[in-house]
């Protein structure tokens, strides 16, 4: 390519885009990933194990994975045609944007949230409109619905990550009413709130719920995720999905958990307690405000930097998410739930930091 660089025919709106990245960190306690602590018991592993051994691995995934939709679909009470399952949840709302976001689109979101969907919405040359959340994390669902009526889509996290705000049936009833495009919901952390927008699919059209078995289902490292719409938009986005995206493993471990979804119960509802208890043990911490959770975290707010909280408890051991980057989150990290034991050593930490860096002044 004389005088040009290859990367020239890279758009320009990845060009000029920061990835969505993660170092790896290794550390003793280990919470800052969302993950749930409780693995799945291992007698339903040894069944996913004794099932997926019966199979033949020569052979793709069925085309359409008729077997899988019809288990989510039994699962969740949701017309099979209106289902897709995906390579994580992640997969699927890429799937949605490929379908929808271009140039002369606009897709809006609140901030802050997921960063990954600002991400490739601006690669798809998308306009991006913000509705930012109220200073005490909770959504503005005046500014929601004014961005969902001016915006070809509109995708609100619920439980919101990394704040783990929630928004109501009601409010999300008012948003969906009024909106011009697509409401999608991304509810990776649904079960902890105890609250679904899939209720609403029966009365809204317009509106997609996307689900993963990365967190409360605990199988974060076999990526598996739902989508749940009308038939007609689900037939839509099902074009650019990729082919044969879930392999039979996942799909064998999902179709599992699915039919002994209440043998997670209990790690769920322990989750849900241990997050109580960790937001209580925070409020009482001077210097510290901690936001209420919907989800299996927890975000605070020290009066020191964040980065410098976020080191001294990595050299106690203790690895949390430092989310100050976000906009309206300077100092605030983002702690997720872990054991009872996970969540001690984490606090302890927590105090050794916030003494240390008291009398650093």
Wanted: charged share 25%; aromatic share 8%; glycine share 6%.
């Amino acid at each position: 390519m004389p005088g040009r660089s290859p990367s020239d025919v890279i758009k320009r709106e990845v060009r000029e885009a920061s990835a969505y990245t993660l170092k790896y960190l290794e550390a003793d306690v280990k919470l800052d990933q969302n993950e749930n602590p409780r693995e799945i018991p291992d007698s339903l592993k040894r069944k996913i194990m004794a099932r997926f051994g019966e199979l033949g691995w020569r052979q793709y995934p069925e085309f359409t994975p008729s077997r899988m939709t019809a288990a989510i679909s039994r699962f969740t009470g949701w017309p099979a045609d209106g289902i897709l399952v995906g390579n994580g949840s992640n997969e699927l709302i890429l799937a949605a944007l490929v379908a929808t976001a271009a140039p002369g689109k606009t897709v809006a979101m609140p901030q802050p949230t997921f960063t990954v969907y600002r991400l490739l919405a601006s690669a798809m040359g998308a306009t991006i409109r913000e509705a930012p959340l109220r200073a005490d994390m909770t959504f503005d669902v005046e500014r929601l619905r004014e961005a969902g009526r001016d915006s070809d889509v509109l995708i609100v996290c619920s439980p919101n990550n990394p704040t783990g705000t929630f928004l109501p049936a009601a409010d999300l009833s008012r948003i969906l009413a009024s909106a011009r495009g697509l409401v999608i919901v991304d509810e990776a952390y649904h079960e902890f709130s105890r609250q679904s927008a899939a209720p609403l699919l029966e009365r809204f059209d317009n509106l997609i719920v996307l689900r993963t078995f990365s967190k409360a289902m605990a199988i974060a490292g076999l990526r598996f995720g739902y989508m749940l719409a009308s038939p007609g938009i689900a037939r839509e986005v099902n074009k650019v999905k990729l082919p044969y995206n879930v392999n039979v493993f996942t799909l064998t471990a999902a179709e599992v958990l699915i039919d002994a979804s209440g043998e997670m119960e209990g790690s769920i509802r322990a989750v849900i307690e241990d997050r109580e208890r960790l937001k209580a043990a925070l409020d009482v911490r001077p210097g510290v405000e901690a936001f209420p959770s919907a989800a299996n975290f927890v975000l605070f707010r020290t009066a020191h930097p964040a980065g410098e909280v976020f080191e001294r408890l990595y050299e106690n051991g203790v690895l949390v998410r430092d989310v100050s980057g976000y906009p309206m989150l300077e100092r605030s990290l983002r702690v997720s739930v872990g054991t009872a034991g996970e969540n001690a050593r984490f606090l302890e930490a927590l105090d050794d930091a916030l003494e240390a860096l008291d009398a650093q002044g």
